[in-house]
């Protein structure tokens, strides 16, 4: 096969919005890093340390043979599975915020759930190329790739941990949308797929606290409302052109840990309107370029892999946004390439390196 050069439109987009990302870890981390760690840069250092070997690894992935991936995509699934299994044994998984979703590595933490995600998809791309033809039927195509995913959705709830089984279970919904399914299931799965989300709230309190926080923040402002009144209260001051780098109030002790989930908060307070245009932006031409070469892929594998990395870093950006705006309840879900974070900051990197591997073909 004849191989081209990579699209270094997407290649250069992902680099400066990792660079961005990291300033603003900086910008948004400084203070509550100064006071926990007398040292002001002790986010910045480590999340430059994975974006440093997510280069590395991103061009690693834009090289890999594809076909090798889609030869091993079931071993890859199944130790994406294992990962998941231990994770959830006590002394082997590591508990944060209340999930048991991380491995404790030093002073790092690896997330296997994130792992998963990119290994669905591969074996997801895997299994709709090689069953084109049964996935206008329900019960030979879609069945069983569901039963696959839901096992996988099962074991990341019980970690919990609802914000990303939520984006693995929309980002691989939208790739199978795209197979060729009859509309009509997809219409039965979201009413069966609602009932299901409604039960999950349901058998969970703190989930339950959330809704009522959505629909109405200021009823327990000091409990499970606080988070999003202040970042309400972070993006409201921003106007058009933002207070200036570095000149974020809500950093300072009212936002909790404004270098993660609500990272976007501090950016819109810093940068204004301009700031949430930029990357907004961003996000959209990363996406337009990535969904641009998976339309020009003949090969179905790379097709459905591109388009499926690419419905990823789009929905969990969305929902990210979603949620900081106030339009959704709190998930959890990172910003790509912003929210502090080695194990997201890699899997999504990683993501736009095999896409540049299409790319080249």
């Known amino acids: 096969m004849k191989y081209k050069k990579m699209d270094y439109l997407l290649f250069i987009s992902v680099i400066i919005i990792c660079i961005f990302g990291i300033i603003m870890i900086y910008s948004a981390s400084s203070i509550w890093a100064e006071f926990k760690y007398q040292d002001a840069f002790k986010y910045v250092k480590q999340q430059g340390l994975f974006f440093i070997i997510g280069i590395f690894v991103m061009l690693f992935a834009s090289k890999i043979h594809l076909d090798f991936l889609k030869k091993k995509a079931n071993l890859i699934l199944g130790f994406c599975f294992l990962l998941l299994v231990l994770v959830l044994i006590p002394g082997i998984g590591s508990i944060r915020n209340g999930s048991r979703s991380w491995f404790g590595i030093g002073g790092l933490g690896i997330q296997p759930s994130e792992f998963a995600k990119l290994g669905l998809i591969i074996f997801t791309a895997k299994y709709l190329a090689h069953n084109k033809r049964n996935m206008s039927d329900v019960k030979k195509g879609a069945i069983p790739i569901f039963l696959v995913i839901g096992i996988f959705f099962l074991l990341i709830m019980l970690e919990p941990d609802f914000g990303t089984a939520m984006v693995m279970a929309l980002t691989l919904i939208a790739l199978i949308f795209i197979s060729g399914l009859p509309f009509s299931f997809f219409i039965k799965l979201g009413i069966l ?22 629909l109405n923040p200021w009823s327990d402002p ?5 988070q999003i009144i202040q970042s309400l209260y972070a993006i409201g001051p921003g106007g058009l052109l933002g207070q200036g780098f570095l000149n974020s109030r809500q950093k300072h002790f009212y936002l ?3 270098q993660t989930d609500f990272i976007f908060s501090i950016i819109s307070e810093e940068f204004g309107f301009l700031g949430v245009l930029i990357v907004c932006g961003f996000f959209f031409f990363i996406f337009y370029r990535m969904v641009r070469i998976a339309l020009r892929s003949s090969d179905l594998f790379c097709k459905y892999l591109a388009f499926g990395l690419a419905f990823g870093i789009l929905i969990q950006a969305s929902l990210n946004l979603a949620v900081v705006v106030g339009l959704i309840p709190v998930t959890g879900v990172t910003l790509p390439f912003f929210s502090y974070g080695g194990s997201s900051l890699l899997m999504s990197m990683i993501s736009v390196g095999l896409v540049l591997n ?3 073909k």
């Open 256 to 258: 909790p840990e404004p």
């Open 358 to 360: 299409v790319s080249r």
């Open 222 to 226: 000091l409990g499970s409302g606080y």
């Open 193 to 214: 797929g609602l009932g299901g989300i409604v039960a999950l709230i349901i058998a969970a309190p703190y989930r339950m606290a959330r809704i009522v926080s959505f």
